[in-house]
């Protein structure tokens, strides 16, 4: 699993909040990149009420055998109770190897 890469989509409630976490878990080494995008329109059930809010959609890419790690620091940074955190496999046959390369020497690996 060393080399294969992950992305683990969030969604946050401002770019800022997004953005102290992406400064905090590349620090920490446990995501090579944190794509920040633009403002999307959320629609979504919340206690048996359509809510509609604008969040800021963030791609955080590190290695298969981080990503439970990177989910959970996620999860501890993220100011939502209930936060959006999936983790999508990517396929490096797919992908470019220098990219997966360079994402994989940019994440520390855990120790198992």
């Given at each position: ?66 990503a439970a ?44």
């Amino acid at each position: 699993m060393k080399n294969e890469v992950a992305v683990l989509y969030t969604t946050w409630p401002d770019a800022e909040s997004a953005a102290a976490a992406g400064r905090t878990l590349v620090g920490e080494r446990l995501c090579a990149c944190v794509n920040i995008l633009g403002p999307m329109r959320s629609i979504y059930r919340w206690e048996d009420a359509v809510e509609e809010s604008v969040e800021i959609p963030a791609l955080f890419k590190t290695t298969a055998d981080v990503a439970a790690v990177l989910k959970s620091r996620i999860l501890a940074l993220h100011p939502y109770d209930t936060a959006c955190v999936l983790m999508l496999p990517v396929s490096t046959e797919g992908s470019s190897g220098a990219f997966t390369a360079w994402v994989t020497d940019n994440v520390t690996a855990i120790s198992e």
